[in-house]
């Protein structure tokens, strides 16, 4: 079972930014593609961005990008998003998750293993 550990959130002004990161010990991270979702209130789970196993291969939803920023130290077996720019509608809580597969992944349905979430709000 892996186990993935979210961090880096909090509250920040609409127009700062914040560095998430997600960390595990799973020797075998370097197989798993990796995502990140949020959730924001009264919404479904919804697809933020991912990278393959390399980190050569990368992906963001339309409403974030040019604003965010995924990446992946397979040294230390953490994957990050930097989050600039905020706005409001970015609030939500952020899930990491892991799909046993070299080709990242759009869909919940993909990742096997998930986070238990961190908190982020921009005030305005």
């Known amino acids: 079972q892996m186990q993935l550990v979210e961090s880096g959130g909090g509250l920040v002004q609409a127009g700062g930014s914040l560095r998430l990161s997600c960390a595990t010990s799973e020797r075998t991270f370097i197989r798993y593609a990796m995502g990140w979702f949020r959730r924001a209130p009264g919404k479904e789970r919804e697809f933020v961005a991912a990278i393959n196993t390399r980190g050569t291969e990368i992906d963001y939803a339309d409403s974030v990008k040019g604003r965010f920023t995924i990446s992946r130290d397979n040294a230390k077996k953490t994957l990050y998003l930097q989050m600039d720019s905020l706005k409001p509608e970015d609030t939500a809580v952020y899930y990491c998750?892991?799909?046993?597969?070299?080709?990242?992944?759009?869909?919940?349905?993909?990742?096997?293993?998930w986070g238990q979430g961190t908190q982020v709000t921009v005030s305005t």
């Open positions: 998750g892991a799909s046993p597969s070299q080709l990242y992944g759009l869909f919940e349905y993909e990742y096997h293993y």
